[in-house]
């Protein structure tokens, strides 16, 4: 199954016509699954992170593959949750990179979304 998610990240990656290597897949596959990897990023897999978002984002630009803004927003997303898991263990040192990143703008445009969505969802009925 694995391998299948590789291989399918391998052709989405093709295809937005981005160069990678084996171990930018291995890290690209850790991405949305760190959680339940149980991974915590230092800070070299941070750089990583935020050097390869800003290049998928740019490659999507050129391309014109997937919409823009639907694919900033999951991009920052992703630079969001690399951020927060990396906290645990590099501390505040991943909030700056979050910060100083055009990434974060992305993450806020999704996290506002969320938060409308939150106020105005309908409270659970008493029965």
Known sequence: ??????????????????????????????????????????????EWAGAW?????????RALRYPERPFARVVGESWLKVCWHASAGVGWTAWKYFWHS?????????LRKKLFLLAFRQPPQDT
């Open 53 to 61: 978002l800003l290049k998928l984002q740019e490659a999507n630009q």
């Open 102 to 110: 055009p990434l974060s703008k992305g993450a806020w445009s999704s």
């Open 1 to 46: 199954m694995e391998a299948k998610k590789r291989e399918i990240a391998s052709a989405q990656l093709t295809e937005l016509g981005v160069r990678f290597t084996d171990i930018d897949l291995e890290r690209h596959y850790i991405l949305p699954r760190m959680k339940r990897l149980q991974f915590t990023p230092d800070r070299e897999y941070l």
